[in-house]
T-cell receptor, first 115, second 111 residues
Framework: DARVTQTPRDKVTEMGQEVTMRCQPILGHNTVFWYRQTMMQGLELLAYFRNRAPLDDSGMPKDRFSAEMPDATLATLKIQPSEPRDSAVYFC?????????????FGPGTRLTVL | KQEVTQIPAALSVPEGENLVLNCSFTDSAIYNLQWFRQDPGKGLTSLLLIQSSQREQTSGRLNASLDKSSGRSTLYIAASQPGDSATYLCAVNTGFQKLVFGTGTRLLVSP
């Protein structure tokens, strides 16, 4: 059945290293979202794409984070350089934007630990 | 700035009870409201979505209501089961697909 996939599921890295997280949205969906979940802040929207174009990345620290959609089947979130405060679970979600029906479907997440 | 609050933060009930989870939001200008379930270490599973023009949605033992003018939504779970144990999150769509999430209610249903 159709679902959002994310890789890797778990990532442990050292401070200063580059981290790349990948997401495959549900085939046919035209919107992709990146969220971050922490105990302190809960779920926060980082970036949002529609038809592969970035529409809003105001929730993302610009100096170290970048989000792209090289094609309709792949979205990436990069952190360079990573810091311990980036430790969180990063979720990707996709949706099919219509006039009213715009449910978001979430992937299983990437648990990032920066030492 | 939209803020979403869920009460209670945690709830423990015996199997078979009917229960209500609450979600409140500060700005009534929303496009829709979505209820999610999150199991430990897992992603979010969409349960119900209510458009701003709707009053309620039902799926099986779940019923969600929306009162936009008062900034409230409730999720009613009938005849709770141990498999319902999870964290329940509500999220409001403030426009341009932006979801603002609540703080969550952690539910434990004991056999």
């Amino acid at each position: 059945d159709a679902r959002v996939t994310q890789t890797p599921r778990d990532k442990v890295t050292e401070m200063g290293q580059e981290v790349t997280m990948r997401c495959q949205p549900i085939l046919g969906h035209n919107t992709v979202f990146w969220y971050r979940q922490t105990m302190m802040q809960g779920l926060e929207l980082l970036a949002y794409f529609r038809n592969r174009a970035p529409l809003d990345d105001s929730g993302m620290p610009k100096d170290r984070f970048s989000a792209e959609m090289p094609d309709a089947t792949l979205a990436t979130l990069k952190i360079q350089p990573s810091e311990p405060r980036d430790s969180a679970v990063y979720f990707c979600a996709s949706g099919s934007e219509g006039f009213t029906y715009n449910e978001q479907f979430f992937g299983p997440g990437t648990r990032l630990t920066v030492l | 700035k939209q803020e979403v609050t869920q009460i209670p933060a945690a709830l423990s009930v015996p199997e078979g009870e009917n229960l209500v989870l609450n979600c409140s939001f500060t700005d009534s200008a929303i496009y829709n409201l979505q209820w999610f379930r999150q199991d430990p270490g897992k992603g979010l599973t969409s349960l119900l979505l209510i458009q701003s023009s709707q009053r309620e949605q039902t799926s099986g033992r779940l019923n969600a209501s929306l009162d936009k003018s008062s900034g409230r939504s409730t999720l009613y779970i009938a005849a709770s089961q141990p498999g319902d144990s999870a964290t329940y999150l509500c999220a409001v769509n403030t426009g341009f697909q932006k979801l603002v999430f609540g703080t969550g209610t952690r539910l434990l249903v004991s056999p």
